[in-house]
């Protein structure tokens, strides 16, 4: 299984961006798929997730402004973040979980300039 994520950038604070992460080797249903970020000097942080079937979950601090969406017909994840902050600065990485295992992505970097 490889992820692919691109899409990360720098932007002005109140900006936009769309992450997008493609997948190859995957099964054909997977149970999850999400996003997390990791700022420098940081713990990784857990962003959000969309399960194959049901509601997607999200972080507190990605409430309202960030939306997580899937294309199951070829397994790509992305996340539509709007409304950014300086905070949201970090490396996001999108993982896939199924069958009890999860792969990692090697991560797109997103700056936030204030």
């Known amino acids: 299984v490889q992820l692919q994520a691109s899409g990360g950038g720098l932007v002005q604070a109140g900006g936009s961006l769309r992450l997008s992460c493609a997948t190859t080797?995957?099964?054909?249903?997977?149970?999850?798929m999400g996003w997390t970020r990791q700022a420098p000097g940081q713990q990784r942080e857990w962003v959000a997730t969309i399960p194959s079937t049901g509601s997607p979950a999200y972080a507190d601090s990605a409430k309202g402004r960030f939306t997580v969406s899937r294309e199951n017909a070829n397994n790509t994840l992305y996340l539509q973040m709007n409304s950014l902050k300086p905070e949201d600065t970090a490396v996001y990485y999108c993982y896939v979980s199924d069958l009890g295992l999860v792969w990692w992505g090697q991560g797109t970097q997103v700056t936030v300039s204030s």
């Open positions: 080797g995957t099964s054909v249903s997977i149970d999850a």
